[in-house]
C-alpha cells in the first residue's frame, strides 16, 4: 500500500510536466504558424496561482543574470503594459506580438489597424466572459454576457443613451460641480485651504450625477446643501426607494448610507469578488465583515430602487430623462398591465415571462452605477492634477472657456449652445488628453474561439491569430504610438515623464494643445457649426441593422486631431463600445467648464513650507517648493497608479488648492 502511494506521488509531477511539456509544444507550433512576433514565457501571466503569487517570486528572478531572462522577465508581471508602456514594442520591433507559454499563449496589440480589425470582428474575437464573471456579483449584466445573450441585454439597456437624456446630465453635473466647489471653497469662494481628497470628492460628484440623471435619486453634498456635517452623518428625509437625500444619511432599514454602502463595496470589490458568499458572512475578520455588510447594504438599496420603480410604473407614472431603471424594467417586459395581474386575469390571459430576470436587471444597475461613476471621476480628477502640473495649458483652458461663456452666469449656460464649443474646443482637448495618458481600461481583452485561428493582417502581412488565444487591445500603449500621434520634442530629456518608453518624443506629456488644428484658423466658431459636431448630429448614428444602438460616431470632434480609427480607444471600439461615453464626455467637459471659468488649480506645496513663508518668499524661491510639489506629484502618478477596476491613484493622493482665478501664487504659465 505504501509503495503504491508512493508511485502514485511519483507519477503526478511526472504526469504534470509531461502534460506542460505537450501544452507548450502546441502552443509554440501555433506561435511559428501565425506569422506574428512571439516571446517565450515560462509562466503564463493569467494563472491564477502565478497572479497570486508573483510579487513573491519576481524578486528572485530578477537576480538572474539578464542574458536569462531577457526579454520575457518584465513581460511576466500582470500589469506590465502599464509599468513599460510602449518600450517592449519598439524594442521588439512590432505593434503586435505574442507571449507564448505552457499555459496559454496571449496577443498584445497595440496596431491601430489589428484593433479595427478585432473590434469589428464581433464573432471572431469574442470577449472572453469567464474574466468578467467576479462582475456579476448582483445578476448577469450587459457588461459580463456574450453572443445572443448580451445582444437581448444590449437592445433593453442601449435606449436611455440618448442626446435627449445628456440635456439632464449636462443640468445635474451643472448642480453638483458648483456644491463641490463650495467644498472647497466655501460659500464666499475665497477660502484657499488645502485638499487632499479630490479622488473622493469626484467620486461622489459622479455617483451624485449618475443617480440623479439615471436612476431619480436626488443627492446632497454634505455640509453644504444639506447642513449635515459630512463627518456626523445622520437621519434624515429620503428620496426615491428609501435612499437618504444625502450621501451621508443612513435609508430606512440600513446600516449603510447609500454612497457608503457603495464605496465599502468597490473598497472591498477584490475581496467580495472572489471569497465565496458563505465564508464571506461568516469569518471573524473586520475587512470581510465589511465586505458582507457593503454587499448587503448596496444590493437593498437597488432592490427598493427596482422596487420603487415597479411600483412607479405600475401606477401610470414616468419619470422625465433617463431613467436607467425605468428602461430595465419596461425592456424586461414589466408595464402597467403586466404588474397589475389581477386585471390579467380577469382577462384570461397568463403573466406573460420577464424578458429580463430580477437578478439580470439588478446586475445591469450594479454595472451602470459602476462604471458610470468610477470611469468618469477618474477622468475628472486625473484632469485636475495634469492641470494643476501644466500651468499653460490651463490657463489656454481658462481662455477658451472665457470665450465661450463671456461671464454668462451658469443659470445661462445653454447644452445646445456651449457643448459644442466645449467639445469642439480646448475643454475637449483637455478630456481628450487625460484620456489619451490616463484611460480608464488600459488592458480591453478579446479572445479568439477555443480551436479556431482567426486570420488577421498586420502591417500588409496576412497572419493567424491562434485559437483560444487571450487578446489584448493596450489601449495605454496604442496611445502613445508615435506612428499615430501628432509629437514634439520632450520638455526635459534630462528628466523623463517614463524612463524608456518615449524618452525621444512627449507622448508620456500631458500636452492638450497637440489635439488643436494648427489649420483652422477658428476653432471656436466651426465648433458652433452644427455638421462638424459629433455630439450634435453625429450622436444619432446609433442606429445599426440590428438595433443594437451601437454609436458609431467618432469620439472625438470634427474640430481637433482625429487619430486614425483604431488608434484612440478610450472608450472601446466597435460592437462592445461603451454606452454612456456622451454621458461621460458631457459630465467632465461641464464640470471642468464649471470650475476653471472661476477657479485655477494648484499644487498644494504644505508638505515644504507654510502659507505665510510662501508669502514672504520670493519668485525663485516660489519656484523652487513647487518643485519639490511638482516632482512629487510626477512620481506618484508615475509608481503609485494600479487597476482594480479601473486605472487610478492606488499610493497615496496629490494635495491640491483651488483659488480664484488673479488670485493663484504659482503662476509659470
Not at 95 to 121: E, H, K, N
Not at 380 to 403: E, T, V, Y
Not at 499 to 517: G, I, K, Y
Not at 591 to 609: G, M, N, Q, T
Request: include cysteine; hydrophobic fraction near 40%.
Amino acid at each position: 500500500m505504501v509503495s503504491l502511494i508512493a508511485v502514485v506521488l511519483l507519477a503526478l509531477p511526472v504526469l504534470y510536466a509531461i502534460n506542460t511539456y505537450r501544452s507548450f509544444t502546441r502552443n509554440l507550433a501555433a506561435a511559428k504558424a501565425s506569422n506574428i512576433p512571439y516571446v517565450i514565457t515560462p509562466v503564463y501571466l493569467f494563472q491564477t496561482v502565478w497572479l497570486l503569487t508573483h510579487r513573491m517570486w519576481m524578486p528572485y528572478l530578477r537576480k538572474f543574470p539578464q542574458r536569462w531572462t531577457s526579454p520575457w522577465l518584465d513581460l511576466i508581471v500582470p500589469d506590465w503594459s502599464w509599468q513599460q508602456l510602449h518600450a517592449p514594442f519598439r524594442k521588439l520591433g512590432s505593434d503586435t506580438f505574442m507571449t507564448v507559454a505552457p499555459g496559454g499563449i496571449v496577443v498584445w496589440v497595440a496596431d491601430a489597424s489589428a484593433i479595427s480589425q478585432i473590434t469589428t470582428r464581433r464573432n471572431d474575437f469574442p470577449k472572453p466572459i469567464k474574466m468578467y464573471g467576479s462582475i456579476d456579483l448582483f445578476g448577469k449584466n450587459v457588461v459580463t454576457t456574450e453572443g445572443q445573450i448580451w445582444r437581448h441585454h444590449r437592445k433593453i439597456t442601449s435606449p436611455p443613451f440618448t442626446e435627449k437624456n445628456n440635456h439632464m446630465v449636462w443640468a445635474e453635473s451643472i448642480h453638483q460641480a458648483q456644491a463641490m466647489v463650495k467644498s472647497w471653497v466655501g460659500e464666499s469662494g475665497d477660502v484657499a485651504k488645502t485638499t487632499t481628497k479630490v479622488a473622493d470628492d469626484t467620486m461622489r460628484l459622479s455617483l451624485h450625477v449618475i443617480s440623479r440623471a439615471g436612476f431619480g435619486v436626488r443627492l446632497l453634498w454634505p455640509g453644504i446643501e444639506d447642513g449635515i456635517s459630512p463627518k456626523t452623518g445622520g437621519k434624515e428625509a429620503k428620496g426615491s426607494g428609501g435612499v437618504a437625500t444625502s450621501c451621508v444619511g443612513v435609508g430606512t432599514g440600513h446600516t449603510l448610507s447609500y454612497t457608503d454602502a457603495l464605496g465599502s463595496l468597490l473598497h472591498n470589490i477584490i475581496v467580495v469578488m472572489l471569497m465565496p458568499r458563505f465564508l464571506l458572512k461568516h469569518l471573524p475578520f473586520k475587512f470581510t465583515t465589511t465586505a458582507y455588510e457593503s454587499f448587503i447594504e448596496w444590493g437593498k438599496y437597488m432592490n427598493e430602487m427596482y422596487q420603487a420603480k415597479k411600483a412607479e410604473v405600475a401606477a401610470g407614472e414616468e419619470q422625465e430623462g433617463m431613467d436607467l431603471m425605468g428602461a430595465l424594467v419596461r425592456g424586461a417586459g414589466l408595464n402597467i398591465d403586466t404588474l397589475n395581474a389581477s386585471s390579467l386575469l380577469e382577462k384570461g390571459q397568463t403573466t406573460p415571462k420577464q424578458a429580463l430576470t430580477d437578478e439580470e436587471i439588478l446586475g445591469n444597475a450594479f454595472v451602470f452605477i459602476l462604471a458610470g461613476h468610477e470611469t468618469t471621476a477618474n477622468a475628472i480628477h486625473f484632469s485636475l492634477l495634469f492641470l494643476a502640473l501644466n500651468l499653460s495649458s490651463q490657463r489656454h483652458l481658462q481662455r477658451d472657456l472665457d470665450s465661450i461663456f463671456r461671464g454668462r452666469p451658469t443659470s445661462e449656460w445653454d447644452y445646445e449652445r456651449d457643448i459644442p464649443k466645449l467639445f469642439g474646443g480646448m475643454t475637449g482637448a483637455v478630456l481628450n488628453e487625460e484620456l489619451r495618458l490616463v484611460p480608464a481600461v488600459v488592458n480591453i481583452p478579446k479572445s479568439t474561439p477555443e480551436d479556431q485561428p482567426q486570420p488577421i493582417v498586420l502591417n500588409g502581412k496576412n497572419c493567424l491569430v491562434p485559437g483560444g488565444a487571450m487578446v489584448n487591445l493596450i489601449s495605454a500603449v496604442v496611445h502613445r504610438n508615435p506612428k499615430y500621434w501628432p509629437t514634439g520634442p520632450p520638455r526635459d530629456p534630462a528628466h523623463p515623464i517614463h524612463p524608456t518608453s518615449n524618452t525621444d518624443n512627449d507622448l508620456e506629456e500631458f500636452r492638450p494643445e497637440r489635439w488643436l488644428l494648427e489649420s483652422s484658423p477658428d476653432t471656436l466658431k466651426a465648433a458652433t457649426t452644427t455638421n462638424s459636431h459629433p455630439m450634435a448630429t453625429e450622436a444619432a448614428k446609433t442606429s445599426e441593422t440590428d438595433d443594437l444602438g451601437v454609436n458609431t460616431a467618432p469620439d472625438v470632434a470634427a474640430t481637433l486631431f482625429r487619430p486614425p480609427k483604431g488608434a484612440y480607444i478610450p472608450f472601446s471600439e466597435g460592437y462592445r463600445a461603451c454606452l454612456g461615453r456622451r454621458f461621460a464626455q458631457v459630465e467632465v467637459l461641464v464640470v471642468l467648464a464649471v470650475i476653471f471659468s472661476e477657479y485655477s488649480v494648484e499644487l498644494a506645496v504644505d508638505e515644504f513650507a507654510s502659507d505665510e513663508e510662501v508669502e514672504g518668499m520670493s519668485a525663485d524661491e516660489r519656484r523652487k517648493v513647487w518643485g519639490k510639489a511638482e516632482r512629487k506629484a510626477k512620481a506618484l502618478m508615475r509608481d503609485g497608479m494600479g487597476t482594480i477596476i479601473t486605472l487610478q491613484l492606488r499610493t497615496g493622493s496629490v494635495p491640491l488648492r483651488f483659488v480664484k482665478r488673479g488670485k493663484e501664487r504659482f503662476d509659470y504659465a
